[in-house]
Every structure is written in structure tokens, then in C-alpha cells.
């Protein structure tokens, strides 16, 4: 490919690039993978998942491993630093560095060979881990670590940091599970690594040459520090801190493949990986211990640990409290049992009757203790069980952004201890922290001693971080007391290497240096990372030097202090968006494999603009715009997101201060402003259908409105829905008053379904009425940042809504989109008018408005696929729509389709049509295509109705419409069974 010249500006303000740069640059321009030096790639990738920052030299995407050589062999004729990089979800600082970084996740990412046979996989280190486990539990074979990031961290970060995970307790933390690397050499050696035997050692050294000189020097390592690696190294399963030079002893085999796992990047390349599958019990039984305290729960894991489990989580009460307090997974913390401090057991089997036997096993032995636990819940709900995990998996991001409490950080994360000693670690622990003011929640993976938090540092002001570094070397000294790891699953990075020493001795720093420089001599590889390493309160993201301006903004955002400085600190880097299946976000992302077009992409280049030294284009910046464009305003990180990052609003917010004064796309004025278009178009829609659809105007109309020609452009109702609710005989009059509200889509392209609508809800009871004038929530000017129009229309809409909003009167929304603007923008545009408070509450889909007023429907006999608007699972959440679907009687499906792809105009526009298609056609299509003309298509956004249409040339049903079916053709719901007396 062609490599990207170096533009000027991509020097970025106060961030100088070095002079070799663009002749490094000409070296890269013929290997096939992707060479990025501009600014904005250079500011996606100088975080990751940690509190510090350092911007790269460039970044490249290998597309094969001669990629990866030709990048080395170049990186080494300059002396250019060099990083490799997976998932980016490093919370220890290892994962950025002034260097040049490969990113292999978005081409080599691959399983190479799958051997059962011999529980053996060759992987690419790009490799998602899910991949590789979704591919082995076909096998009923598992690659046992699995951290909380699973479904988007990869195999070669995994490697690169030692990672552990839930079910290391049966399995081991990556060393012990890696069979072979191979790697590259910063000097250009390439060759494969592994356990060596005398035989093969001795031959390897008097063969010679770079490799035979590694082994040599590798040997000498081992006999002068054999016996010191034996007396410090801690015994415990999750010592990750500092090289694994205990693999190289003769009792481990001189495994060299699993001495560099854990090296984070310092020492080589790795280039591919064999590693080793365990058996894993293809069903599982989770018990819940409830104890009065985390500590209390803590002092019981050998208790739990003696039972055989496959996994030994703990949660405090802490989290749970901070997670409720911010609405994260509110019905799935109802499952606890009583309790203050929770174990999570984990229990498998060939069958179910054998994971419950071991669980009600270890119930009986507990029951008759002095200290059993305050309440045991075994579940025997698959559904239920993944919930409590997520609860458990959220932890990590949900804790960052509290309401009315500081921010927290990482910095101190992931220490181990002895499992057996996990309790009174975790009071003196807490003693430290109440020591200086800190709060942290307290959880984690207790089965093997690791204890995860957040504490609420001030990395902020100078006193602030000279307290953080004082409080860093106190804890490091309480976990080595305890015969501890500084770090028991996230590496060392910068954040604890200075702290080595305290806990292995200077003499075993002097080796793990000397490990290095065996493999790297001129300390090219990912410097200034456990070796030799910055200190811990260097490079930092915030630091004492982070004071964006505070902008005039047209978002509120009041759950961040009304500045939008603090806004984009929400995204922690732990990288759920970048998931390539399940759930709503990232779309783009997912279709693309494009660090960019992910939710973190997108926050990190906000943060580097408010920064300024990067990113220095502002409000108007290129690289900013870019990224946003292909945002499909879902707001599925809204939803999924553990901090509820909302890249749809600063996307309006950006597009807003991008265009001002400027002209937009023409596209925005076609589409963004369909409110108007549509009212104009309702007084001939029979003429405009046809200039729209005619084989002459149409390509035309499309070419000058922005729309790809490959669309088809949806035609005008002959009749509105208001036209036909004036026209109609009078309706129900003495029921619950209820307005229905006619969003432009609905009202001018599909007034069927509202039509469906009114019958659904005069059978429910209700008196439909409308609003005297017609609104609009202005919901297509939010893709297209026309703030200005969007809040003019809301207090239009309040002004003519305030009697109905003072009197209580319910709305009802039937376009997704439309309801989640009531329910999100409206607050956040007015979040100190007491009207918009009350009228966000008052506005129902028309599934939560039924179930609200306990409405049976008639029973359906039918089959359905439902694909939920992603607005809709993202602000409103499905369980009034399941509830109605089920009370309806249908035998569904709900699809996790994601959005749909066509994100209101996003599909329409012509440079986006090929991104609109890729996306719908990864779920929802295929899935339209697979099923019969007997089954019920249900979606009720008006977006994903088109995409299925034109896709497929089959129509969803809305749910009222699905409803207005029941009336006419279900049989009445069954009587309530009668209820007992009371004796």
C-alpha cells in the first residue's frame, strides 16, 4: 500500500516526532498492511486502559508476518521504539509508549489450526479470545483464562501480560497455558520457543549464531540467580509481577515460550502462538454465598476452594451499592442473595444433576457452621446465572463514575495474596485506605487471592499524586508482607515497576534487566516498561497540566458537573465497544475492525482535542469529524457501555460547533430536516411519490438530496394518521386520557401503524387524543448537530404540552427514536425545567404504557422474530416488551441483532450505503432471509423497518400492529386462576 506522507501538522502542537520519521515512513510504503502516522492515529493510540498517555511514533496494522518483519527490520535501521499492541485494554500503562505500534488485532486474528485431538491451538496474537474459546467448547476444550474483557481482549495481549480471568482456578493463569511462541527478535532473529530439554539446550548453544547466543546467555541467567528466583518468588497462583524467570529452572523445564509470557512486549515480537486447551465441563451450576461482609466472605474462599469449583469470585457491598446507584444491571442485583460480601462459586459437570450435586454438597457442609453464611442461593436459571456474571464482568468500568463521588482510578488494581490469607489482607487493606481518605470497592478473583478496585486518586494536582505515590509504596509493602504479588492479572507496566524491588530484591530487578538485554540489547522494545521503568507518576493522562476549556455546550451533561471536560473522562478504555459480536455496540466497529470507529476511538480523540497538542483543529477538527461520521448515533454505548459513554450526544454536541456559521452536508438538509419536508409533502404526496420514485427524477432527486442511488426512497402516506384521526367517528370518550403522539415517520409514512395504535389503546380503555398542533421531537437533527433547531422544538413541544404535563397526562410514543429523545435529549438539553423533567417521565413506548396499566392482550398463536431498535434497548430496555410479547403468547425470538444498520438517514446517505449494508447483513437480514412466511417479522423503529424492506422485500409489523392482530384474530386471554383464601 501507499503510505501516508507526513503532513505537517501531524507533528502536533508540543509533541515533536523524530527526524528519522519520514524516512521510516518511505521504508514502511510497500508492505501490505496499513501505515498510519497522522495525528489522529497517533492520538487513538497513545492510551489504552490506564491513567497514563504517551503518543506513538506512528501506528501500523501488519496484514501478514512479513508485514510484521519488514516493520521490525525498519523500526531497527532507525532505532525507532517498538510496541505491540492487541485489545488496548492495558490498565498498567504497558500498552503505550513513544514508539511505533503494531496493532494486530484488525487483520491477524486468525486460528491457525484447531487440534482436539491433542488440546492444541495455533493462534495469530491478534486473535479475540471468545474466538478461540467459542471454536474449542465445540470440543468441549476451553482456553481457561478468560478476564473480564474476554469478548474483545486478544491471545497476544493476553501473552504479553500474563492475564488470568474467572477460571484460572481450573485452568492457570496464560503461562501455563502457552505450549510454544513464535517470535521476532528486535535484532531480526525468528524462530520458534518453548520447554527445552539439556540435550536440546547444549545442542542450541554449541550450534551458535544470535539464537545460540540467547540460549547461552539465558542458561548463565538461570545458574546465577537459581536459587534467589526459588527463595523470593511467591508460591501463590497469581504472582504476575516481574519476568517469569522461574520457568527457566530445570524444574520447570527451561520453558522459554512461558519465561517471556508476561514480558509485555519488552523482550520480542510474537508472531504466533500454540497453546494449550483444558477440558471444560460442558455445564455449569453457580452458588451465591451471601456473608455479612466482603471480609467475612473473604475468609471463607479455602471453604469454597476445598468443593472442587471452576470458578471463586467475591463482591462487596460497595459495588453493588455504586452499581445501583448508577442504574447498572438494577434487576440483576435483585438475584443476590442476602448479604453484604458475596462468594460466586462456580460449579461443572457432565450434567446438570453433577454441577448441582457439588454445589449442594458444599451447601450442607456449611449449613450447620457457626459461621455459615447469612443466605445460599443456587440457580437454576442458565439466563440468571449470566447476569450475576455480568454484575461480576461490569465491575471494573462501572466504578469510575459514581454519582456525587470523585472519579476513580486504576493504579492499584489487581494485587495477589495467598487465597488462605485473603481476609485479614483485605481489613489491613481497608485500614490503609481509610488511612488516606481513599475509598475503593472492594471485589474480584477471590479464589486465587486477587483483589480488584478503583480508588478515587487525585492524579490531578501535584499534592494529589505525591499522595498517590506515597500510598502506592505503603501498599506495596502490605501485599509483600502478606507473601504477595504486586500485581496478580494486570502486569507491572509503569504503574508498580518501581516497586519491584520491594518485593523481589534488588539483586532479582539486576536479573530481570539482564533478561531483557538478552533479548533486546539496546532497549528498543517498549521501553521504560518493567525495566528501567518511568515512574509511576510519570506520563500521566490527566496530571497536573489537564485543564481543557470549559466550552459552551448545547448538552447539559448534568451527571458530569455540566462540563463536557469531564464528560469524555467517562470512557475508561476497557474496550467493551470493540466486541466483533453481541449486543448493540459498536456497530461500526464491528463492521470495521476500526479503532476509530469504536465508542473508545471516538472518546480518546474528543479527549485529545480538548488536549490540544495532537488533535489541534478544536471543535473543527478533521481527524474528530472523521471519526464521528460514521457514528451511528445508536446509543448502544449508552446501554452497554459500564459508564454509559454517549457518543450519539457528543456527536450532536461536535457536529454542532463544527458547522457553525458553515453549510452542512446536503444530506442534513434533505434529511435532518424530513419534519419539514414531510408537512409540505402531505398536501401532494401523490405527485412527490412519483418524482421520487420515477426512473428520470428519482436518480436526480437522490444526487442532489445526498442519498445513495441504491435506495429506494420511501413513499408518502396518501392520508396522515391526523388527517385520518380527524376524520374518524368519534373514538372512546371516557377513559384513562391518553395522547398518542404522531412522529413525522409514522404520521406521514406509516399511519397504519398508528391507526393499529389507537385501536390497541381504546381496547385497553384509554381516550386517545393528539396534540392540538403538530411537534416534533426533532430527532433527525441530532445526526447532523442542528442543536439550535432541536431545542427551539422542544420549547415549542413544552409550551403547547403544559397544561397535559402539569395534569399528568400519559404520552405515548410509537417511534422508538422519538421516545428515547423524550426520555435522554430532552433532559440533557433541559435539565433544570421542571416541565421537561415531567414530561420525560409521563412519555411511554406503547409497551411500557400497557404493562404500566396491567392491559391483557389476547392470546396469538404465532411465531415471531423481534429485532428492538437500538434507541429502544439503549434508553427504555426490552422487559415491557417481553412482558407483552409473552402475555400475548408468542413463540419468539428476540434477535441480537445490533442495530440494524440503517441508524435513520445514516443508510440513506451515499457514502454510507456499503457500512449500512455490512452491519445489517451481520445479524438481522440473514436471519429476516432464514425465516418463513409464517413468522412474525416485529420492529418497531421505522429505520429498521426500511432496512428489512429494502433488504428483503418483506414489511415488519409494528407491535401495535401485532396487538391490533390479536384483537381481531387471538382468543381472550385465559381467566386468572382463583386465589386461595387465606387459612
Known amino acids: 500500500m501507499k503510505a501516508e506522507a507526513l503532513k505537517p501538522d501531524a507533528r502536533g502542537a508540543g509533541v515533536t516526532q523524530p527526524a528519522y520519521v519520514n524516512a521510516l515512513v518511505r521504508d514502511l510504503a510497500g508492505i501490505s498492511g496499513e501505515v498510519r502516522f497522522d495525528a489522529g492515529s497517533r492520538a487513538l493510540y497513545a492510551t489504552d486502559g490506564s491513567n497514563y498517555r504517551q503518543v506513538p511514533i506512528g501506528v501500523v496494522l501488519p496484514k501478514s508476518l512479513e508485514d510484521v518483519v519488514t516493520t521490525v527490520a525498519a523500526c531497527r535501521k532507525y532505532g525507532a521504539p517498538l510496541l505491540s499492541r492487541g485489545g488496548g485494554t492495558s490498565l498498567a500503562g504497558q500498552c503505550c509508549n513513544v514508539a511505533v505500534v503494531m496493532d494486530f488485532s484488525k487483520y491477524l486474528h486468525n486460528i491457525v489450526e484447531l487440534d482436539p485431538a491433542n488440546k492444541r491451538a495455533r493462534v495469530e496474537p491478534g486473535l479475540i479470545l471468545d474466538d478461540l474459546r467459542d471454536a474449542a467448547e465445540k470440543h468441549t476444550l476451553t482456553f481457561a483464562p478468560d478476564p473480564s474483557t474476554h469478548t474483545h481482549n486478544t491471545l497476544g495481549g493476553m501473552i504479553g501480560n500474563n492475564s488470568c480471568g474467572v477460571h484460572s482456578v481450573m485452568g492457570g493463569k496464560t503461562s501455563e497455558n502457552i505450549e510454544e511462541l513464535e517470535i521476532l527478535t528486535y535484532d531480526g532473529l525468528r524462530m520458534r520457543v518453548g520447554a527445552t530439554s539439556d540435550?536440546?539446550?547444549?545442542?542450541?548453544?554449541?550450534?551458535?549464531?544470535?539464537?545460540?547466543?540467547?540460549?547461552?546467555?539465558?542458561?548463565?541467567?538461570?545458574?546465577?540467580?537459581?536459587?534467589?528466583?526459588?527463595?523470593?518468588?511467591?508460591?501463590?497462583?497469581?504472582?504476575?509481577?516481574?519476568?517469569?524467570?522461574?520457568?527457566?529452572?530445570?524444574?520447570?523445564?527451561?520453558?522459554?515460550?512461558?519465561?517471556?509470557?508476561?514480558?509485555?512486549?519488552?523482550?520480542?515480537?510474537?508472531?504466533?502462538?500454540?497453546?494449550?486447551?483444558?477440558?471444560?465441563?460442558?455445564?455449569?451450576?453457580?452458588?451465591?454465598?451471601?456473608?455479612?461482609?466482603?471480609?467475612?466472605?473473604?475468609?471463607?474462599?479455602?471453604?469454597?476452594?476445598?468443593?472442587?469449583?471452576?470458578?471463586?469470585?467475591?463482591?462487596?457491598?460497595?459495588?453493588?451499592?455504586?452499581?445501583?446507584?448508577?442504574?447498572?444491571?438494577?434487576?440483576?442485583?435483585?438475584?443476590?442473595p442476602k448479604g453484604g460480601g458475596w462468594l460466586l462459586v462456580e460449579f461443572g459437570g457432565e450434567t446438570k444433576d453433577e454441577s448441582d450435586d457439588k454445589a449442594h454438597k458444599l451447601m450442607e457442609q456449611l449449613k450447620g457452621r457457626e459461621d455459615a453464611?447469612?443466605?445460599?442461593?443456587?440457580?437454576?436459571?442458565?439466563?440468571?446465572?449470566?447476569?450475576?456474571?455480568k454484575v461480576r464482568q461490569s465491575g471494573l468500568g462501572a466504578t469510575a463514575h459514581v454519582p456525587n463521588k470523585q472519579i476513580t482510578w486504576e493504579g492499584w488494581e489487581d494485587a495477589a495474596v495467598p487465597p488462605e490469607k485473603l481476609g485479614p489482607y483485605l481489613r489491613d487493606f481497608r485500614a490503609l485506605l481509610k488511612r488516606y481518605s481513599y475509598k475503593g470497592d472492594l471485589y474480584g478473583h477471590f479464589g486465587q487471592g486477587c483483589v480488584h478496585t478503583r480508588i478515587d486518586f487525585d492524579l490531578e494536582t501535584q499534592p494529589g499524586i505525591d499522595k498517590f505515590h506515597r500510598f502506592l509504596g505503603d501498599a506495596a509493602d502490605l501485599v509483600v508482607s502478606y507473601g504477595g504479588s504486586l500485581s496478580g492479572e494486570h502486569g507491572d507496566g509503569q504503574s508498580k515497576a518501581e516497586f519491584l524491588g520491594r518485593m523481589f530484591g534488588a539483586e532479582l530487578v539486576q536479573a530481570f534487566g539482564e533478561f531483557k538485554r538478552i533479548w533486546d540489547p539496546g532497549c528498543h522494545m517498549n521501553p521504560g516498561k518493567i525495566v528501567d521503568p518511568y515512574l509511576p507518576t510519570e506520563n500521566l493522562r490527566i496530571g497536573t497540566g489537564y485543564a481543557p476549556s470549559r466550552s459552551q455546550t448545547h448538552f447539559h451533561f448534568p451527571k458530569d458537573d455540566h462540563n463536557f471536560g469531564r464528560t469524555i473522562l467517562r470512557c475508561v478504555g476497557i474496550g467493551n465497544c470493540r466486541r466483533t459480536h453481541h449486543d448493540t455496540m459498536c456497530p461500526s466497529f464491528m463492521a470495521t475492525r476500526e479503532e476509530k470507529y469504536s465508542t473508545r476511538g471516538r472518546a480518546r480523540l474528543l479527549f485529545e482535542m480538548l488536549k490540544g497538542e495532537v488533535i489541534t483543529g478544536g471543535w473543527r477538527d478533521e481527524n474528530v469529524r472523521d471519526a464521528l461520521d460514521l457514528c451511528l448515533a445508536c446509543k448502544g454505548c449508552k446501554g452497554d457501555c459500564p459508564v454509559n459513554v454517549d457518543m450519539a450526544s457528543y456527536k450532536a454536541e461536535f457536529l454542532s460547533h463544527y458547522y457553525q456559521g458553515h453549510l452542512r452536508r446536503r444530506a442534513a438538509y434533505t434529511m435532518g430536516l424530513i419534519h419539514v419536508w414531510a408537512r409540505l409533502a402531505a398536501h401532494l404526496p401523490r405527485t412527490v411519490n412519483y418524482f421520487t420514485h420515477s426512473s428520470l427524477w428519482s436518480p436526480l432527486l437522490k444526487k442532489l438530496g445526498g442519498i445513495a442511488p441504491q435506495r429506494e426512497m420511501p413513499e408518502f402516506a396518501k392520508q396522515t394518521f391526523r388527517d385520518w384521526f380527524a376524520r374518524r367517528s368519534e373514538g372512546k370518550s371516557d377513559g384513562l386520557r391518553v395522547i398518542l403522539w404522531p412522529d413525522t415517520f409514522t404520521n406521514h409514512f406509516l399511519p397504519e401503524t398508528a391507526i393499529a395504535a389507537v385501536e390497541v389503546l381504546e381496547h385497553a380503555g384509554c381516550t386517545v387524543v393528539l396534540p392540538k398542533q403538530p411537534l416534533c421531537c426533532g430527532r433527525p437533527l441530532y445526526d447532523w448537530g442542528m442543536l439550535d433547531r432541536a431545542t427551539e422544538l422542544w420549547k415549542r413541544n413544552l409550551a403547547m404540552l403544559h397544561e397535559d404535563i402539569r395534569a399528568g397526562t400519559p404520552i405515548v410514543g410509537l417511534e422508538p427514536a422519538c421516545v428515547a429523545a423524550f426520555r435522554d435529549e430532552l433532559g440533557n438539553l433541559f435539565p433544570h425545567d421542571e416541565d421537561a423533567k415531567r414530561l420525560c417521565k409521563q412519555t411511554h413506548t406503547l409497551a411500557e404504557f400497557l404493562q404500566k396499566n396491567a392491559y391483557v392482550p389476547n392470546r396469538l398463536a404465532a411465531k415471531a422474530i423481534v429485532h428492538m431498535h437500538c434507541n429502544h434497548r439503549a434508553v427504555m430496555g426490552k422487559e415491557a416488551d417481553c412482558h407483552v410479547f409473552e402475555q400475548l403468547g408468542l413463540d419468539y425470538e428476540l434477535l441480537d441483532s445490533g442495530c440494524c444498520g440503517m441508524a435513520g438517514s445514516f443508510g440513506f446517505e451515499t457514502h454510507k450505503y456499503a457500512l449500512s449494508q455490512t452491519i445489517g447483513e451481520r445479524v438481522l437480514l440473514p436471519a429476516v432471509r432464514r425465516t418463513g412466511a409464517d413468522t412474525l417479522l416485529i420492529a418497531d423503529g421505522f429505520s429498521c423497518r426500511e432496512q428489512v424492506r429494502q433488504a428483503t422485500g418483506r414489511m415488519p409489523l409494528h407491535l401495535a400492529q401485532v396487538l391490533q392482530r390479536a384483537i381481531h384474530d387471538g382468543t381472550a386471554p385465559a381467566a386468572p386462576a382463583p386465589q386461595r383464601a387465606p387459612d
Request: charged share 30%; proline share 5%.
Open 199 to 336: 540435550a536440546q539446550l547444549e545442542r542450541f548453544i554449541r550450534e551458535g549464531g544470535r539464537r545460540g547466543e540467547i540460549y547461552a546467555a539465558l542458561k548463565t541467567l538461570r545458574d546465577k540467580y537459581a536459587e534467589l528466583i526459588r527463595s523470593r518468588y511467591p508460591k501463590i497462583p497469581r504472582r504476575v509481577s516481574g519476568y517469569n524467570l522461574d520457568e527457566l529452572l530445570p524444574e520447570n523445564g527451561f520453558n522459554v515460550a512461558r519465561a517471556l509470557v508476561g514480558s509485555e512486549g519488552t523482550c520480542v515480537t510474537i508472531l504466533e502462538a500454540t497453546t494449550r486447551l483444558v477440558y471444560s465441563p460442558p455445564v455449569r451450576s453457580l452458588l451465591v454465598l451471601g456473608y455479612i461482609d466482603v471480609f467475612s466472605a473473604a475468609d471463607h474462599v479455602m471453604d469454597a476452594l476445598a468443593a472442587g469449583p471452576v470458578g471463586l469470585e467475591g463482591l462487596g457491598e460497595e459495588l453493588v451499592s455504586d452499581m445501583k446507584a448508577i442504574g447498572l444491571h438494577p434487576d440483576d442485583l435483585e438475584l443476590l
Open 373 to 389: 453464611p447469612l443466605d445460599m442461593k443456587l440457580y437454576d436459571d442458565k439466563s440468571k446465572e449470566e447476569l450475576i456474571w
